[in-house]
C-alpha cells in the first residue's frame, strides 16, 4: 500500500530540510544562497524559502554582511542537549552496571521529555530468567511509574497537573493511581522519603523503585530498579530502594550535585 502523496510530500520537505542544515554544518564560515543552492541543487527560491522557515525556528541564521547563511542557535541547543545527555549515560552506567551485578535485577534511567519518561539507559543481568518489557528510547507514562514521579517530585505542581492533564491518567492496572490529588500526594511522600515506588502500577507483575538524579541545578533524571513476582512491602524490597538510593546520590554527585544536610 502506496502512502499518501501529502505524506510522501512531507517526507521530502524533511529530507531537503536536513539536507540544507547538513551542508551548513560543513561551512562553518557561512554560505551565500547562490552557493547552497549549487551545493543542494535546490532552485534558488525553493532554498530561499527553506531558509526562512528554519529561520523562524532559529535553526538557521543569517551571518556577517547578512549575505552568509550559517546553522541557528537552536541548533547548537540541541548538540548542547544531547551531549550533556550522553554524558548522564556515560556517568551513569558503571554505577547502574553494579547496582545491577549486585541485586541481580534491571536497572534503568530515564528523563523526562513533554509529558512523559523516557529510557535512556538499562542494564539488566544477562541470566535473568523473565526481562522487563523496556528498550531504551521507550515512553512511558508519568502517573504509573517510578521514575515518573521521583523526576516530578520537585516540580511546581500546576506543571506536573498540566502534564497529568495532557498525557491523561489511563489505567494500565488495577493499582494505577487515575487521581491528581491523589498523585499529588504520592509526590510529596517521594520528597519526604527521597524515593518512589510504583507497586505494579504500569505492569502487574513489576515492582519497581526509583530515586532522583540531581545536579547543581535540580532532578535531571530518574535512576530505577525494578523486579518481578516481588512484594513492594518485602524486605527484598527494601533492599532494592537502598540500593538505588545509594546509587542515585552517587550518580548526582559526580554530576555536580552538592547535598546540603
Not at 493511581?177 to 515506588?197: C, Y
Not at 516481588?230 to 555536580?256: N, P, Q
Amino acid at each position: 500500500m502506496k502512502p499518501p502523496s501529502n505524506q510522501k510530500q512531507k517526507v521530502q520537505v524533511i529530507d531537503r530540510a536536513a539536507e540544507v542544515l547538513a551542508v551548513l554544518s560543513h561551512n562553518p564560515d557561512g554560505l551565500t544562497l547562490t552557493e547552497l543552492t549549487q551545493a543542494t541543487g535546490l532552485h534558488k527560491a525553493t532554498a530561499l524559502r527553506f531558509l526562512k522557515s528554519l529561520e523562524q525556528n532559529g535553526l538557521a541564521e543569517k551571518e556577517g554582511s547578512g549575505k552568509f547563511w550559517g546553522l541557528g542557535p537552536a541548533i547548537f541547543d540541541m548538540a548542547s542537549r544531547a551531549s550533556r545527555r550522553n554524558d548522564l549515560r556515560e556517568q551513569a552506567r558503571p554505577i547502574m552496571e553494579a547496582i545491577s551485578a549486585e541485586l541481580g535485577e534491571t536497572v534503568q534511567l530515564a528523563i523526562l521529555v513533554g509529558n512523559e519518561i523516557v529510557y535512556v539507559e538499562k542494564i539488566e543481568p544477562e541470566n535473568l530468567a523473565l526481562k522487563i518489557n523496556t528498550q531504551i528510547g521507550s515512553r512511558r507514562p508519568i502517573h504509573c511509574t517510578a521514575l515518573g514521579k521521583v523526576i516530578c517530585a520537585d516540580m511546581e505542581w500546576a506543571k506536573v497537573r498540566a502534564m497529568l492533564d495532557a498525557g491523561g491518567m489511563a489505567a494500565q492496572t488495577p493499582q494505577t493511581i487515575t487521581d491528581p490529588e491523589r498523585f499529588g500526594e504520592e509526590l510529596r511522600k517521594v520528597r519526604e522519603s527521597g524515593h518512589a515506588v510504583d507497586d505494579r502500577e504500569y505492569n502487574n507483575l513489576v515492582a519497581c523503585a526509583a530515586a532522583p538524579v540531581r545536579n547543581a541545578s535540580g532532578i535531571v533524571a530518574g535512576l530505577s530498579v525494578s523486579s518481578l513476582g516481588i512484594a513492594a512491602d518485602s524486605a527484598r524490597f527494601a533492599v532494592l530502594v537502598e540500593a538505588i538510593k545509594a546509587g542515585a546520590e552517587r550518580l548526582s554527585e559526580k554530576l555536580g550535585y552538592k547535598r546540603h544536610d
